[in-house]
Structure formats: C-alpha cells, structure tokens
C-alpha cells in the first residue's frame, strides 16, 4: 500500500485580534509582548469607587499630574511580559546562585580579610532595608499606574527588588555573620549615616503621584545607589582585597543596567508627549536629586571617606546626562 504524504498550507482569517488590528493594522501579526500588553487596561463599567478614594476611579489617569495622549507609548523596550521576564529572570538566578556557590565552594568567604569584611558588611548589609523598601514603592507604582504597559513593568521591578534584597541579606549568610544582619538593621533604624536614606525611601510610602514615585525611587535615588555602590564600591574592594563581592552583587549590576533602559525610554515618551510633562519631569527630577544627593552622602563617606563628595559629583552629572539624553534638561 503507498501512502502518499503531503503538506497542506492553512492561512489565517486573521492575524491578530481586533483591537490590535485597530492600532497596528489589519493581518499584520502582533509578538507576545503586545498582546499581552496593548489595551488591557480596563476603561468603563467599574462596580463602584474605592471607598478609601472616592473622589478616584478604581483605574483613574488623574491619579498622576503627567498625561499621556495614550498610555501604551511607555512601553517596554524589553518586551517583558510574564513569560519573557520569568524567564530572564530565571537565568539571571541561576548564575548568581552559581556565584554564591562557587564562593562556598573554594572557601573565597572564609578568606577574605577581617578587615575587607567588616568595612564591606557595614555598607552592603542595610541596603537589604532600602531593597525592601523599593520594592513597597514599586508596587506602589504597578497598583495605581494607569495603563498596562507600565503597570506591569512596575510590578516586576517590585519582585525584582524584593529578590534583590534577599541576595543582600545571603552576603551576610555567605560569611556565616548573623550578627552582622542584626548590627545592619540597628544601623538601619538608630545610625545617623542611613538615616536621611531612610527617611527618603519612607517618605516615599506616602507619596500620592505614583508616577513621581516612580521617578524618584527608579530614576533619582537608584540611578545615583547602585552606581555608587554596586559598581564604585566593588572597585573599591576588589582593588585593595578580592572580587568576592562582586560576584555576590552580580545580580544588582545586571539588573540596573538592563532597567536602566526602561526608565530612560519612559521618561523620553512621557516628555515628548507634551510640554508640560516635560517641565513637570524636571522638577520632580530636580527635587528628588537633591534629595537623593543629601540622603546618599553619609552613605558615600561611610563607602568613600574623604574620595566621597568627588565620587558624588561625578554620579550626578551622569545621572544629568541621562535626563538630558531623555530630552529633560535640569
């Protein structure tokens, strides 16, 4: 018996769904990150008003003082949805979990000089408090964002920030010092070098405008931190003791030079959209840089000593550069 095989071409009615054809035209096929993404957000027939807010929708634009022409401008630019950020966020587990085993592995922590450790833990350690508060604020963010696009983005910001803290409270497990947890978070609490950190990040927890939130928690504050201290400290420690820190920070490295690129895209949409974001964008810039300057430099002498105020000043003319090249000069 001779079975004939053959292959049969089916094409699609359609490429995609209505209300994508709608914004990109009809039969031209949409990624995953717009259709997971594109017009979610849900606009009318809400059951009532939050009866803690009921001057507010339950999904409200006016929340914010910036406005959009639409809202699913910010995207992305690294087409994360659910999936897609899983799944990066997996790999970027799994090599630091490697990290911290290597390190256990060959006995880096158990040799690295009393000194380095000491002068290292009292930096990195109290930074698990001001993790953890990022990611209270980011959810902020993702709860009362308008719009999918950034919604969704906030939200695994917010996880990301919460895995970050837990990464900065294994240094202390990876160096067998739980004292060194409990003396990080009386210095959290009670040294007077975090405490304008501390008051920033907690002012935070009140603020209204989720959007202002965003820009000083992501932009203002952690665009001067994790330079300050993830990159220039860690130079600092592995010029004078070892690269052992640096491999237990590789995750907070990669994740702000790969979120670095999301903050800047959204502040270049939402300055070009009109005018007046783009004033209001630098005054919240302006306001919260000065802020972040003042609550990092007990900080930075902490890291620094005397280099401290040179190394401030150079952070913060990147961070202007930054802003400028989004189209928001200060």
């Avoid at 006995?107 to 290292?120: I, T, W």
């Avoid at 932009?219 to 010029?239: D, M, V």
Wanted: proline share 3%; with cysteine.
């Amino acid at each position: 018996m001779a079975i004939d095989l053959r292959t049969a071409s089916i094409t699609p009615l359609r490429q995609t769904f209505c209300h994508l054809a709608r914004r990109m035209g009809a039969d031209k096929p949409a990624s995953r990150y717009i259709e997971a993404t594109m017009d979610l957000q849900p606009v009318e027939n809400y059951h009532y008003r939050p009866t803690w807010e009921p001057q507010y929708d339950i999904f409200d634009e006016t929340r914010t003082a910036i406005a959009m022409k639409d809202w699913y401008a910010l995207k992305d630019p690294r087409q994360y949805y659910y999936g897609a950020w899983t799944l990066a966020r997996g790999k970027m587990q799994e090599i630091a979990e490697g990290d911290f085993d290597l390190v256990d592995e060959l006995g880096l922590a158990a040799a690295y000089p009393a000194a380095g450790k000491e002068e290292a833990l009292k930096v990195f350690l109290p930074l698990r408090h001001v993790a953890w508060a990022s990611n209270l604020n980011k959810a902020y963010v993702s709860s009362y964002g308008y719009g999918i696009a950034i919604s969704q983005a906030a939200c695994y910001a917010s996880m990301d920030q919460l895995g970050a803290a837990q990464y900065v409270s294994r240094l202390g497990l990876a160096f067998n010092d739980l004292d060194a947890l409990t003396a990080a978070k009386t210095a959290w609490l009670e040294g007077a070098e975090w405490q304008e950190l501390r008051r920033y990040v907690e002012d935070l927890m009140v603020e209204k405008d989720w959007f202002e939130v965003l820009i000083a928690q992501d932009f203002a504050l952690e665009g001067l931190l994790y330079p300050l201290i993830y990159e220039r400290y860690n130079e600092k420690l592995n010029a004078v003791y070892s690269p052992v820190f640096s491999m237990l920070t590789r995750f907070q490295r990669e994740w702000f030079g790969e979120t670095t690129k999301w903050m800047d895209s959204i502040l270049k949409v939402a300055a070009a959209d009109n005018a007046d974001n783009k004033a209001k964008l630098a005054e919240w810039i302006k306001h919260w840089r000065e802020r972040s300057i003042v609550a990092l430099k007990p900080v930075a002498t902490l890291a620094f000593g005397a280099d401290a105020d040179a190394i401030m000043d150079e952070l913060v003319q990147n961070l202007n550069a930054r802003a400028a090249k989004a189209g928001i000069t200060l």
